[in-house]
């Protein structure tokens, strides 16, 4: 939309006869193609893509892997079940039952706490509203795979259990 609303109007190029005719185009995409397919024949190890499974690349440290929920001393979740987490959520994506927590000290405990994978976008605002730093996103886990939708709920016990692979 051009200046005060008004719709502004594109002046289309008009092809040459070769370009109308795609010859000398083709000519030229296979040109590059052939190019990339030399160099990258000549210099195997400067080649942008890897042997993937067996080679993976490195991330940033930055990088917004699958969560995690992070423990107490003694083995217990140290989310307070504040729900800032699915609050902030954008894709309303974690759901979070409340319990009072028997230690007096602390007022409530997830009793039960699930992330649907598949709806989430990795924003990382969950992991950056917690006032308790009970959820990260700092595994570094990018394979995230599962043959039936249910698999992608995730729970508490799921999420407490930092060492799991991207197999859900
Ligand atoms: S990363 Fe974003 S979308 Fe995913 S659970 Fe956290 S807040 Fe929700
Ligand atoms: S914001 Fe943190 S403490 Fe609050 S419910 Fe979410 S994970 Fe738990």
Same mark, same amino acid.
């Given at each position: 939309?051009?200046?005060?609303?008004?719709?502004?109007?594109v002046?289309r190029r008009?092809?040459?006869f070769w370009?109308?005719?795609?010859?000398v185009?083709?000519?030229?995409?296979l040109?590059?193609?052939?190019?990339h397919?030399?160099?990258?024949?000549?210099?195997?190890?400067?080649m942008?893509?890897?042997?993937?499974?067996?080679?993976?690349?490195?991330y940033?440290p930055r990088?917004?892997?699958?969560?995690?929920?992070?423990?107490? #001393? &003694?083995?217990?979740?140290?989310? =307070?079940?504040?729900?800032?987490?699915?609050?902030?959520?954008?894709? +309303?994506?974690?759901?979070?039952v409340?319990?009072?927590?028997?230690?007096?000290?602390?007022?409530?405990f997830?009793?039960t706490?699930t992330?649907?994978l598949?709806?989430?976008?990795y924003?990382?605002l969950?992991?950056?509203?917690?006032p308790?730093?009970?959820?990260?996103?700092?595994t570094?886990?990018y394979?995230?795979? #599962? &043959?039936?939708?249910?698999?992608? =709920?995730?729970?508490?016990?799921?999420?407490l259990?930092?060492d799991? +692979?991207?197999?859900?």
């Amino acid at each position: 939309m051009s200046y005060k609303g008004l719709p502004e109007v594109v002046t289309r190029r008009r092809r040459s006869f070769w370009e109308s005719a795609y010859f000398v185009e083709i000519c030229k995409g296979l040109f590059v193609t052939g190019r990339h397919l030399v160099r990258n024949l000549l210099h195997t190890g400067e080649m942008p893509t890897v042997q993937y499974p067996e080679k993976r690349r490195e991330y940033g440290p930055r990088f917004r892997g699958r969560h995690r929920l992070m423990k107490r #001393a &003694d083995g217990s979740p140290r989310c =307070v079940a504040c729900m800032m987490c699915s609050t902030v959520c954008p894709a +309303d994506c974690i759901t979070i039952v409340a319990g009072e927590h028997p230690d007096p000290a602390i007022e409530k405990f997830p009793k039960t706490f699930t992330i649907d994978l598949l709806r989430c976008v990795y924003c990382g605002l969950c992991e950056e509203a917690c006032p308790c730093d009970a959820i990260r996103m700092d595994t570094g886990i990018y394979e995230i795979a #599962a &043959d039936n939708r249910e698999s992608f =709920v995730v729970d508490k016990e799921f999420l407490l259990d930092n060492d799991k +692979d991207g197999t859900l």
